[in-house]
């Protein structure tokens, strides 16, 4: 299969003309075809004799010049209806587009379907969506985690060459964990986010959704970058990220935060993440055990801000300028507005919203720390293997101490790679996280791409 | 911290600032979904933060400004401003009435 290949494979194959990017859009649409009804990964899918006359007549100016893309639906697209998943905007066509979007179009990717997800990005499964949830490619029984889940199926099914995802507290990193693709959670502002639908602001980041890391390096270079258009975005210049994924691994200094490892997760992935270190001490990487005992406090500093920004962001849908009224909010979603108008309130603003923002403050202290005395921290992306449907969604509480390990990069704003690690016994996939300091995230990339190079569970399909 | 206690009154006060109309036969679930969550949230209290301050954004830029001139690429014709409206009239929003005789 065409689209089992790198995003670089394909574009040299596309330069060579062994094949075109017709022929790729055409295998995106049959596994379309054939996968989609089963784990309902698409909310909207452009029509093929759309994207086919997109391929027709593209030129190979990039290398994502000709390869089918697909974004999570929280992304205006302008002239194509964009949901974030939720019948609050069930209607909404777009009039502008996310910068993301106009970059890669711009690069010549062409746009195949636009992704389910939790809406607004509100969950960790892909079932808090009004469009019925994603199932995952290994266990249709399962979810395919969230909330990015169906941009990370689509990849991980070969319905896509790649994705666009967004990453509030583990959006990117807990899908790609859970079906078996590679992902990049960005420093904060490393990518516009003008044009994406905000879930809770100061945490929001864009990131590339793939099959490799090799492949996020070189989407990043296409999508990162200062924009006019968002004013949090970084002027930093943006690295040639696919020249500089071989840095050392007898350079780097890896640090397993004790408290990640601990009570609650499964003695499965614990194995699994940690081999990932003796991996890469056997090839040369000198491993560190650290300690970063905030830890435990990341869900309520993740929970009082996220859902304090969320409220304030989903107070613009009126039902009045566009998209239905309030009625439409679902119940996890009614939930965290509560949970943030509570924290937000006279009398409690102090206890909850700034005390969480102060504590804030101690974690990018710890996470400063532990990266001065390590390059690279190396953290489980879940606790636990996907749930079975319904699960999750059965305890509210549960459902967010679910994301432990993801919610306290985001505060911080440090990058984060997840990478496919292994496989349980009952095959399903297990992914690691790689978290660095601030705009690093070159050395991540370099060290997943190596990493890649010597295990091949990032090769691995589901059958289906 | 005093230990938390989400009545329904405090949930529908809630949500009646965040205009959201809640089924009165949801406010209880909705508060003993909620109780536990907050009381989880009680583990900050614990921690000390005398003279730390808040931090509210983590791109360490300062004041970003824009040039003060007029960005045409990116004006809606009324047309495109309103495309998406449920309702309008003669170019306008349509909004439920907010003062009545």
């Known amino acids: 299969m065409l689209l089992d290949k790198t995003i670089k494979e394909l574009s040299e194959g596309l330069k060579k003309g062994e094949f075109t990017s017709v022929d790729l859009v055409n295998e995106c649409y049959d596994n379309i075809e054939k996968y989609n009804p089963k784990l309902n990964a698409f909310i909207s899918i452009i029509p093929r004799e759309v994207a086919l006359k997109n391929a027709s007549e593209i030129k190979l100016t990039t290398p994502l010049s000709g390869l089918p893309f697909v974004l999570k639906d929280c992304f205006c697209t302008e002239g194509v209806k964009t949901t974030a998943a939720s019948k609050v905007l069930e209607n909404f066509i777009p009039p502008y587009s996310a910068t993301i979007y106009q970059k890669l179009i711009n690069a010549g990717a062409i746009l195949i379907g636009k992704m389910n997800m939790d809406v607004w990005g509100h969950g960790g499964s892909s079932e808090n969506t009004d469009f019925g949830p994603v199932r995952n490619p290994w266990d249709t029984t399962r979810v395919a985690g969230g909330s990015g889940g169906g941009p990370a199926v689509a990849v991980a099914t070969r319905m896509a060459v790649f994705a666009v995802g967004e990453d509030t507290g583990g959006s990117i990193r807990n899908p790609a964990g859970w079906t078996n693709t590679t992902g990049l959670k960005v420093t904060y502002g490393r990518v516009s986010r003008y044009g994406a639908i905000a879930y809770a602001s100061s945490f929001d980041t864009v990131g590339p959704v793939a099959k490799t890391a090799q492949d996020c390096a070189i989407i990043m270079e296409t999508i990162a970058g200062v924009d006019k258009f968002d004013a949090t975005s970084s002027p930093n210049l943006v690295p040639e990220y696919s020249k500089l994924l071989n840095k050392k691994l007898s350079e780097i200094t890896v640090g397993i935060p004790k408290e990640f490892y601990g009570e609650g997760l499964d003695p499965e992935i614990k194995e699994a993440v940690l081999k990932v270190a003796t991996d890469l001490k056997n090839a040369g990487a000198k491993i560190k055990e650290i300690s970063m005992p905030l830890f435990n406090l990341c869900i309520p500093v993740y929970y009082l801000i996220g859902p304090s920004e969320t409220s304030s962001n989903l107070a613009r849908y009126d039902g009045i300028r566009y998209g239905n009224n309030r009625d439409n909010f679902t119940d996890e979603s009614i939930r965290r507005i509560l949970i943030g108008t509570y924290a937000l309130s006279a009398g409690y603003y102090d206890a909850y919203y700034k005390k969480a923002q102060q504590v804030r403050t101690l974690f990018i202290e710890e996470y400063k720390k532990v990266l001065s005395l390590c390059d690279v921290l190396l953290q489980p992306i879940m606790p636990n293997h996907p749930p079975k449907f319904g699960q999750l969604l059965s305890d509210p509480l549960q459902n967010l101490l679910a994301d432990i390990y993801t919610v306290s990069q985001n505060p911080v704003g440090v990058p984060s790679l997840a990478i496919p690690c292994g496989f349980s016994k009952t095959n399903l996939p297990i992914g690691a996280q790689l978290v660095g300091k601030m705009f690093s995230e070159e050395l991540l990339l370099s060290i997943g791409h190596q990493y890649q190079k010597l295990t091949n569970y990032h090769l691995q399909k589901p059958k289906l | ?32 979904q909620l109780e536990p969550i907050l009381e989880h949230f009680e583990s900050l209290s614990k921690v000390d933060t005398t003279n730390v301050a808040p931090t509210y954004q983590t791109t360490g830029l300062k004041t970003v400004l824009r040039e003060d001139v007029i960005d045409t690429d990116r004006m809606f ?11 309008s009239s003669n170019g306008y929003f349509v909004t439920k009435a907010t003062i009545h005789k």
């Open chain 2, 1 to 32: 911290m005093s230990k938390t206690i989400i009545t329904d009154d405090v949930v529908a006060k809630v949500a009646k600032l965040a205009r959201i109309d809640i089924p009165s036969q949801k406010i209880s679930l909705f508060a003993s």
């Open chain 2, 77 to 87: 014709s009324q047309k495109q401003a309103l495309s998406n409206a449920p309702k």
